[in-house]
């Protein structure tokens, strides 16, 4: 589905990413994890075209898409919730909702009442601007706006971060419920280690810019995390 292919990029001059290379399955659940620092969130810029790799590719459904503007990826089906959400703040929820369908000009149908059966609390915020929900209510809806685009592929950076536990829960419950459904690949960044290993079908570590573990989420071992992810 999703191949990163020996991926190098660099930023201001520095090395950051050396030779990255995993593969997200179709319809699974992939867990990218790593301590601070270790170029997670750059791997998934430049798998979503906001950061050009000086080396190797990226393939998804067998295009290369190593060289395709962050839009043309977009409508290729790649949906993308960073690191602090990036919501309209003084647009109301209604907006958010629908301004990724209108980018992409598709209509929405069903699909506004499946985020709501998911996110529920959504429903009830239709009015209310972006920027006066809570943290964990504002990543429910960045994640409905990007479900709202009918992605191949959806990927979540870190998602459970400065969430409060009721609504990682919601969040993890939907995740495996998209992922019972077999319509899309989920590519996690995530520090939250039972999050993971519940939620995700396999893992790969990155240290210092390079995936230094990687195999199925039972090979999550305590050995494994305390080697590489154990601060």
């Known amino acids: 589905m999703l ?6 990029a660099s930023i201001g001059g520095s090395r950051i990413l050396r030779g990255v290379d995993f593969a997200v399955a ?3 659940v992939f867990c990218l994890m790593g301590r601070n620092g270790v170029g997670k969130t750059s791997t998934l810029k430049s798998i979503v075209g906001l950061l050009t790799p000086s080396r190797g590719a990226i393939h998804l459904d067998g295009h290369d898409i190593t060289h395709w503007s962050p839009d ?10 960073p690191q602090g959400r990036d ?5 109301t929820v209604e907006e958010n909702l629908h301004i990724g369908a209108i ?6 149908n069903g699909q506004l009442d499946r985020v709501f059966e998911l996110f529920p ?13 809570s943290g964990g209510q504002q990543q429910q809806l960045a994640i409905g706006r990007a479900l709202l685009t009918e992605p191949k592929l959806l990927i979540l950076d870190e998602p459970t971060e400065g969430i409060q536990p009721n609504i990682i829960d919601q969040i993890g419950e939907a995740i495996k419920l998209l ?3 077999g319509k899309m690949s989920i590519l996690l960044v995530e520090q939250y280690l039972d999050f993971c290993k519940e939620l995700a079908d396999d893992f790969a570590i990155l240290n210092r810019g390079a995936v230094v573990c990687a195999g199925p989420v039972e090979a999550l071992t305590d050995e494994v995390v ?3 992810l154990t601060v």
Do not use: T, W
């Open 3 to 8: 191949h990163i292919s020996q991926v190098e």
């Open 121 to 133: 609390i959504i429903k009830e915020f239709l009015p209310r601007k972006g920027g006066m929900l």
């Open 26 to 28: 179709s319809n699974k």
């Open 226 to 228: 305390k080697a590489h």
């Open 72 to 81: 043309k990826r977009a409508r290729a089906g790649i949906g993308y919730v």
């Open 179 to 181: 992922r019972s459904e």
């Open 87 to 91: 919501i309209f703040p003084f647009l």
């Open 103 to 108: 980018a992409q000009k598709k209509k929405l």
